[in-house]
């Protein structure tokens, strides 16, 4: 290995660090090396030996500034942006974690949630873990953009978010805690945009979702999503996906047959 590729790769990334890019692929850092593969490998290793980089992904680093060096990583909110765009994948930030983007902030994931087209294994990099979802009809999911200290990240509108919870249920930690997240993300609701989002979604979510509204008392913001569901459901289905159903408790209003007790999950 060339004696001066260590210091040199050192000085490129203080050089990116210092005009704000936190990321780079291998093949950026060997260009502008200008040494061999094995070289830029080599002086790689080292400087993630050192804590001073990771990578996230085959081919795609993260400079890894001293406040994060205990976690080993940069956060995910702040690489996830850069690696979607070097991949070319559409995405966006949901679930408990888009959540928390919305208020809901005591049900913080162990995982950070991101859902795309079509499911990938989940990124281990340092003590920080990204879980991805698929998502076919991604596009029509309602999204909007929040800063982080490296730029900006896209995150599920809070309406879409709550549909989210309840089509993935057991992603999101069981029909407890999505109980329990509804009752903060209610706030931040809008019965309009409720609607809308749910047309992105089966209409078999929109049931489940306005009786759990109904539930934790945020039933003012599913008024219109009930004449949603009038409209649109043709059968009955079950609160609780998988379960069986009892079919004397029934909810005509979302036409849902309440299969378990639901206690919030605070």
């Keep these: 290995m060339c004696a001066f590729a260590v210091p040199r790769a050192r000085n490129i990334i203080a050089d990116l660090a210092a005009r704000g890019r936190y990321h780079f692929t291998s093949s950026e850092l060997r260009a502008a090396l200008g040494v061999s593969d094995a070289a830029a490998r080599q002086a790689l290793s080292r400087l993630a030996a050192k804590g001073e980089i990771a990578s996230p992904a085959r081919g795609f680093y993260v400079i890894v500034p001293p406040e994060y060096r205990r976690l080993g990583c940069l956060p995910a909110d702040q690489f996830v ?42 990124i281990l990099c340092g003590a920080v873990r990204v879980a991805f979802i698929a998502r076919s009809n991604l596009a029509a999911v309602p999204v909007e953009s929040f800063n982080n200290p490296r730029g900006t990240i896209l ?112």
């Design 81 to 122: 942006p850069a690696l979607m765009k070097q991949r070319n994948v559409r995405y966006y930030v949901g679930l408990l974690s888009a959540a928390q983007y919305h208020g809901a902030a005591h049900h913080r994931p162990q995982e950070f949630q991101v859902v795309i087209k079509k499911n990938r294994p989940a």
């Design 155 to 266: 995150v599920s509108t809070a309406e879409a978010t709550a549909l989210d919870l309840v089509g993935y249920m057991r992603r999101a930690g069981g029909l407890d805690r999505v109980a329990g997240v509804l009752s903060e993300l209610g706030e931040d609701m809008d019965p309009e945009r409720l609607v809308e989002a749910s047309k992105s979604a089966s209409i078999l979510w929109a049931q489940r979702l306005g009786y759990l509204l109904d539930y934790v008392g945020a039933g003012d913001k599913a008024v219109l999503l009930k004449a949603h569901v009038r409209q649109h459901a043709r059968n009955f289905t079950k609160l609780l996906p998988g379960a069986g159903a009892d079919g004397e408790r029934r909810s005509e209003d979302w036409r849902l047959f309440v299969n378990a007790n639901v206690e919030t999950d605070a």
